[in-house]
């Protein structure tokens, strides 16, 4: 049973930034991502690093320059930096770990089996 605990969500004028926290304990796998969800629209990928090494994350071309995943120190946690928030930002941003976040690209978020409780991301104009 994998726990999530995230944080840094909230609000932010556009053209600021947000930086979310996730650490995933009981995880034994060496992948983990961030999608997000607005209401009344699909899951969209934001995210995914190797955990197990080096390697280039992955990012959604909608945040691709402005968003960058990375680890932290403490074991399977993963920090996403959110520069330069434009109000299409907003929405819910779950952070997940599974392994085969880390097998396809683009990354499979609708097939994964373990995420957290998600936080709310608005940004306003």
């Known amino acids: 049973q994998v726990k999530f605990v995230e944080s840094g969500g909230g609000s932010v004028q556009a053209g600021g930034s947000l930086r979310l926290s996730c650490s995933a304990s009981?995880?034994?796998?060496?992948?983990m991502g961030w999608f997000r969800q607005a209401p009344g629209k699909e899951r969209e990928g934001v995210a995914v690093?190797?955990?197990?090494?080096?390697?280039?994350?992955w990012y959604g071309n909608s945040v691709k320059g402005r968003f960058k995943i990375s680890k932290d120190n403490a074991e399977h946690t993963v920090i996403l930096q959110m520069n330069s928030l434009k109000t299409e930002d907003t929405a819910s941003y779950y952070c997940?770990?599974?392994?085969?976040?880390?097998?396809?690209?683009?990354?499979?978020?609708?097939?994964?089996?373990?995420w957290g409780q998600g936080t709310s991301i608005t940004v306003y104009s």
């Open positions: 690093i190797w955990t197990g090494g080096d390697g280039t994350p």
């Open positions: 009981g995880y034994t796998g060496d992948c």
């Open positions: 997940a770990a599974d392994t085969q976040l880390c097998t396809n690209t683009p990354p499979t978020f609708n097939a994964i089996n373990s």
